[in-house]
Nanobody
Framework: QGQLVESGGGSVQAGGSLSLSCAAS?????????MGWVRRAPGKEAEGVAH????????YYAESVKGRFTISRDNAKNTLYLQMNSLKPEDTAMYYC????????????????????WGHGTQVTVSS
């Protein structure tokens, strides 16, 4: 069984930027339909942030991050990225990367796709 390892989290002031990475070991991203990022803020339910299809590169973003976050992947490096700009205090959360063997079809904003593999998360803290 492979694993996903996130990195790049940290603390930043509002308006700043952070770049998250998610490296896969033991499995190949190209064998999965899509990959994405999920976040969970203290006291709140987890929510889907963004996902990307391994074939074609189509992307999806939650409304709250659209225009500020960019998801990308490097299939050759088995690495997923999330570039986060113009960060807000409400972006503070634990961010998890995930992968799915099924299409990441979502019916509502912030819905979490049917991910089958999860990382352990990296903390992002945005201060005002």
């Amino acid at each position: 069984q492979g694993q996903l390892v996130e990195s790049g989290g940290g603390s930043v002031q509002a308006g700043g930027s952070l770049s998250l990475s998610c490296a896969a070991s033991g499995f190949t991203y190209s064998n999965y339909d899509c990959m994405g990022w999920v976040r969970r803020a203290p006291g709140k339910e987890a929510e889907g942030v963004a996902h990307i299809y391994t074939a074609g590169g189509s992307t999806y973003y939650a409304e709250s991050v659209k225009g500020r976050f960019t998801i990308s992947r490097d299939n050759a490096k088995n690495t997923l990225y999330l570039q986060m700009n113009s960060l807000k205090p409400e972006d503070t959360a634990m961010y998890y990367c995930a992968a799915s063997r099924r299409p990441c079809t979502v019916a509502a904003d912030r819905q979490i796709p049917p991910y089958t593999h999860w990382g352990h998360g990296t903390q992002v803290t945005v201060s005002s």
